[in-house]
């Protein structure tokens, strides 16, 4: 209960919350969630980049999430397959709280 070793209530909330904030157009790939949740990322896409400042929003009204913030957030173009034109429909995103070793703002 006093916190020391962790994350002691698991990390089901953390699903909840992000499946209770649906963003038309976004999506997640995956996330991360390390010890008592301090230290986050997700990445996935959206057709829209401007949906993201709206869903990172809306997740900062969970419950779970209150208190939490993200230091980085990168866009990007997805990758060409080999033999295929780029996809350019959809941007892909990551967004850490903290700053991945090695970067620089």
Known sequence: ???????????SEYM???ARQVVHGLWLNGFEIT????QMSLSGGVVNP???????QRLSKEKVMRGKTFAALQM??????????PVTTYVEFSMQS???HGTTK
Do not use: C
């Open 50 to 56: 401007h949906l993201v400042p709206s869903y990172i």
């Open 98 to 100: 903290t700053e991945a």
């Open 35 to 38: 010890g008592d949740g301090t």
């Open 76 to 85: 990007q173009q997805p990758k060409a397959l080999a033999n295929k034109p």
């Open 16 to 18: 909840r919350a992000f």
């Open 1 to 11: 209960k006093s916190g020391a070793i962790g994350n002691t209530e698991g990390y």
